[in-house]
Nanobody, 124 residues
Framework: QVQLVESGGGLVQAGGSLRLLCAASGLPFSSYVISWFRQAPGKEREFVGGIAWSGGSNYYSDSVKGRFTIVRDDAKNAVFLQMNSLRPEDTAVYYC?????????????????WGQGTQVTVSS
């Protein structure tokens, strides 16, 4: 059974760092993409970044580029989202999602499998 589980969220001060983990299991794809999304209250779910597993290509939204980094751990079959220089506007529930194929897309509708999310709160 497909399972994506996020962890690592919490409360941090502005300017601080946090690392989120997405552990994936049971994905039925020969090639797949894992991406991170976030959703703040009253706002649409937005793309943060993603990685094409087989090709190793990473993509980031303009709002986090240079601050956030996605790192894969093949041995653990997991993806980390390293978040640095956090800002209050980064506060949101962060989700990891998976889709088949090699194309990283920004639309939430392009992803079939989702984790339950983990809350990240950045205080000012």
């Amino acid at each position: 059974q497909v399972q994506l589980v996020e962890s690592g969220g919490g409360l941090v001060q502005a300017g601080g760092s946090l690392r989120l983990l997405c552990a994936a299991s049971g994905l039925p794809f020969s090639s797949y993409v894992i991406s991170w999304f976030r959703q703040a209250p009253g706002k649409e779910r937005e793309f943060v970044g993603g990685i094409a597993w087989s090709g190793g290509s990473n993509y980031y939204s303009d709002s986090v580029k240079g601050r956030f980094t996605i790192v894969r751990d093949d041995a653990k079959n997991a993806v980390f989202l390293q978040m640095n220089s956090l800002r209050p506007e980064d506060t949101a529930v962060y989700y990891c999602a998976a889709r088949g194929g090699r194309a990283v897309v920004a639309a939430p509708s392009g992803y079939e499998y989702w984790g339950q999310g983990t809350q990240v709160t950045v205080s000012s």
